[in-house]
């Protein structure tokens, strides 16, 4: 498996041939020496005690500069100046490796990750170093894609991650396990605003992808994969609504999301939406 596409970049407005190719054929784009600096005064939330408690993470929404999961005595200015500059580096980041998804791209959150991954207590469908492909259960994305950036910021250690198989082939594998989508549940999800917009076939599919993959222990130990140490530094991204991921350990990690439209992609035939869709035979927008 070639899962990996290393870049030699060190600036976040530097380019590379070829990298929405890269990401839409599902690799992960690896840039070691890009590092998101933090100043000294921002040293400090290395530390899961500008955490609330409640948290895994501290977010920051671009739209409306809302921090969100920040610890009450924690600096939340200048938690926000943080993330608000990782927003902005990401962004040139993205403008410059893939200029043709240019004005296409909008901003989901941007997160600071400060606890330590391994060992953390949560049921099996919350545990993402289980491999699995990205959707959210009360926000229904109808097709978009979604790319998120990270970078590790922590000095010392590695982040660990394992990366599997191609779409399609978990696709082809979960698909015949799923729950046909009930048009009565997707309307009363929506009525009871457990979701934001009501869910489409798609979001069906894609939720019981991730939910079949992780509860599946067998899947997990032996399907095809690769293990990466994400060394301290270094920037990564990916569709993870198409590559299946695991955080198995690390700690102090800053992700911003991204979505972009499936006609924005170079190829839209390599999107979930449209794998999903030839593989049923319908429509799943609906
Ligand atoms: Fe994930």
């Known amino acids: 498996m070639q899962a990996i596409e290393e870049i030699g970049i060190t600036s976040w407005r530097e380019t590379a041939p070829r990298m929405a190719e890269a990401l839409e054929i599902g690799k992960v784009v690896l840039a070691p020496r890009l590092h998101f600096e933090l100043p000294e005064p921002e040293r400090r939330f290395l530390s899961p005690a500008c955490l609330d408690g409640k948290s895994k993470n501290v977010s920051y929404r671009p739209a409306t500069g809302a921090l969100g999961g920040a610890s009450p005595d924690a600096d939340r200015a200048a938690l926000t100046a943080m993330l608000k500059r990782y927003f902005e580096r990401t962004s040139a980041l993205l403008e410059a490796l893939c200029p043709e998804y240019c004005g296409k791209l909008s901003p989901g959150f941007t997160s600071f990750r400060p606890a330590e991954i391994a060992g953390r207590a949560t049921s099996w469908r919350k545990d993402d170093t289980r491999l699995h492909v990205d959707a959210f259960p009360s926000r229904p994305l109808r ?32 698909l015949p396990k799923i729950a046909k989508a009930s048009p009565v549940s997707a309307w009363l999800l929506h009525i009871l605003r457990i979701t934001k917009t009501r869910r489409t076939p798609y979001d069906h599919l894609m939720l019981g992808i991730h939910d079949a993959m992780k509860a599946d222990e067998r899947y997990q130990r032996e399907c095809p994969q690769v293990s990466i140490a994400i060394p301290p530094g270094a920037t990564w991204m990916c569709f993870t609504d198409s590559v299946p991921h695991a955080a198995m350990s690390g700690q102090f990690a800053l992700e911003q999301t991204f979505y972009l439209p499936v006609e924005a992609m170079r190829d839209p035939s390599r999107s979930p939406l449209r794998i999903l869709e030839r593989l049923t035979g319908k429509a799943l927008l609906t």
């Open 143 to 174: 097709g978009l894609r979604i790319i998120r950036v990270f970078s590790n910021v922590n000095p010392a250690a590695p982040r660990m991650w394992r990366v599997g198989d191609a779409f399609e082939n978990v696709a082809r594998t979960f």
